[in-house]
């Protein structure tokens, strides 16, 4: 997860559906489609044993959500008012 000081501007981001490096809206793991590339195509370049540290620190850091993490901050349940 984001470190502290990221915490609070990476959940009122994703509050707000925006990415988390512009103002576009975010469509993966909390980036827009131009953030999203970027990233990947330069995780790409890595060696691989590097890849994984690059997306650790890329989430710590905050630019970027954890698989699950868009589900976690969000915490909008649409079936709250049911039953």
């Not at 103002?23 to 999203?36: K, N, S, T």
């Not at 976690?72 to 039953?83: H, Q, T």
Request: proline letters at 5%; glycine letters at 8%.
């Amino acid at each position: 997860m984001a470190k502290k000081s990221a915490a609070k501007r990476v959940a009122e981001r994703v509050q707000a559906g925006v990415c988390l490096v512009c103002d576009a809206p975010a469509e993966v793991r909390g980036l827009c489609q131009r953030h999203y590339r970027l990233f990947m195509r330069k995780a790409a370049l890595l060696p691989q044993k590097e890849q994984q540290r690059f997306l650790e620190d890329a989430i710590r850091e905050g630019l970027i959500l954890p698989a699950w993490g868009v589900c976690a901050l969000k915490r909008d349940d649409p079936f709250a008012g049911i039953g």
